[in-house]
């Protein structure tokens, strides 16, 4: 009997799909305008700032004078993922997040089997800590809560300094070494905190950059979490993406602009963000995980380029805990490229860094 492949059920999905990429060669799929979509967001508790390229589809405007209404569907959908993100996977504050979960267990020591996705997370995190001798713990839940500089600082609040009494009783629960990995457990012991805020905006990029893979129509874009910073493919006019930086000592201004070519990840942590002033010294919201206080390294800002998202935020707090010379012995180790500001004003760049970065513009 002759099989009619027209009348096929499965079949028909298969030539449709034939048939639509016919079209696309006749009339040029391909050569669709790019329209770039811009926006500016907050989540994660810090301002997200997108610009997609978007080849075809909503706002596009046609030779033809036709054009589609703009949507910018994409960069709303970045928006939902970064939340479910915050949301359900690695706030301390998001009542029912995983990480707020393990939290809330921390009455006796923590069982627990954390998702595939966290415990990948956990991985790559804890690899950092062992690789920095300890500057990046996320830890240290309990010393951050006692400091509580998010809050204060975005409040202008007025800070008492915690006693050396609270600094080494919090110390006394954090501890990245003392957590255990058994198979898929995770266990923790008892009166230990997570904190990932170090890496939250870091690994928002990195599924930022997952989504963005997963859509052919986006030909580039640059989106940033706060100081966590991913590039994509191209910019339709070929140049370079320019990341700025901000100077940390002189509020408005920029200390200068990264050039940068197709995918990378970019992290800057410094002491001018979240702080509080009290009697001329400054406490900042970077922590020094082997003293309890937040961190003296010399440096007022770190930034990092890298190839992952995570691993750039991870290494910009490390880094600043290390300081300069430890710091860039650290990124040099995981092959990223380090710009480093001392309080003094000066710059210490790895060898890559410095064909990447131009002072001033
Ligand atoms: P930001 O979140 O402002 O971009 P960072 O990436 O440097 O800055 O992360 C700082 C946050 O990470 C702090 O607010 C605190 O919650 C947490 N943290 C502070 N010091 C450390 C540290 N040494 N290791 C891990 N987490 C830290
Ligand atoms: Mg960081």
């Known amino acids: ?41 907050t989540a994660m508790g810090t301002i997200v700032t997108q610009t997609l390229y978007v080849r075809g589809g909503s706002g596009t405007v046609y030779e033809n004078g036709e054009s589609e ?11 939902q993922l970064l939340e479910e993100l915050e949301g359900r996977e690695l706030s301390w504050r998001a009542e029912g997040s995983e990480v707020a979960e393990i939290n809330a267990g921390a009455g006796g020591e923590v069982h627990v089997v954390p998702s595939s996705s966290l415990r990948e997370i956990l991985g790559q995190i804890w690899q950092i ?33 915690p006693s050396i009494e609270q600094v080494r009783s919090a110390l006394e629960d954090t501890g ?23 890496v939250g905006k870091g690994i928002a990029c990195d599924r930022v950059s997952a989504y963005l893979h997963s859509q052919p129509q986006i030909t580039g ?43 990378q990840y970019v992290s800057t ?45 991870a290494l910009s707090t490390a880094c600043f805990v290390l300081g300069p010379e430890r710091g860039i012995a650290l990124a040099e180790n995981y092959g990223a490229e380090a710009l480093l500001v001392s309080e003094d004003g000066a710059l210490h760049m790895t060898e890559g860094m410095k064909k990447i970065f131009s002072v001033g513009e």
């Open 1 to 41: 009997m002759k099989r009619n492949i027209w009348g096929s059920r499965d079949a028909r999905i298969p030539i449709a799909a034939v048939l639509l990429g016919l079209t696309c060669l006749v009339y040029g799929c391909g050569t669709a305008p790019v329209r770039q979509q811009s926006r500016v967001d």
């Open 69 to 79: 209404a703009a949507t910018d569907a994409e960069s709303i959908f970045i928006m």
């Open 129 to 161: 800590s062992a690789d920095s001798d300890g500057a990046l713990d996320v830890t240290l839940g309990r010393l951050s809560r006692l400091w509580n500089m998010d809050e204060l600082a975005a409040e202008g609040g007025q800070m008492s300094v």
């Open 176 to 198: 990245y070494e003392r957590a255990r990995f058994s198979g898929d457990a995770l266990i923790l012991p008892a009166g230990m905190q997570l904190d990932l805020g170090a």
């Open 221 to 263: 874009a640059v989106v940033a979490v706060g100081g966590s910073v991913v590039t994509y493919g191209q910019k339709p006019d070929g140049s370079p993406w320019k990341v700025a930086i901000i100077h940390p000592r002189e509020e408005g201004s920029y200390l200068g602009v990264l050039s940068l070519t197709g995918e």
């Open 269 to 313: 942590s410094g002491d001018y963000e979240r702080y509080v002033t009290v009697d001329g010294v400054r406490y900042h919201h970077i922590l020094d995980p082997a003293t309890g206080y937040p961190a003296r390294s010399g440096l007022c800002s770190v930034t990092i380029v890298c190839d992952g998202g995570l691993t750039a935020d």
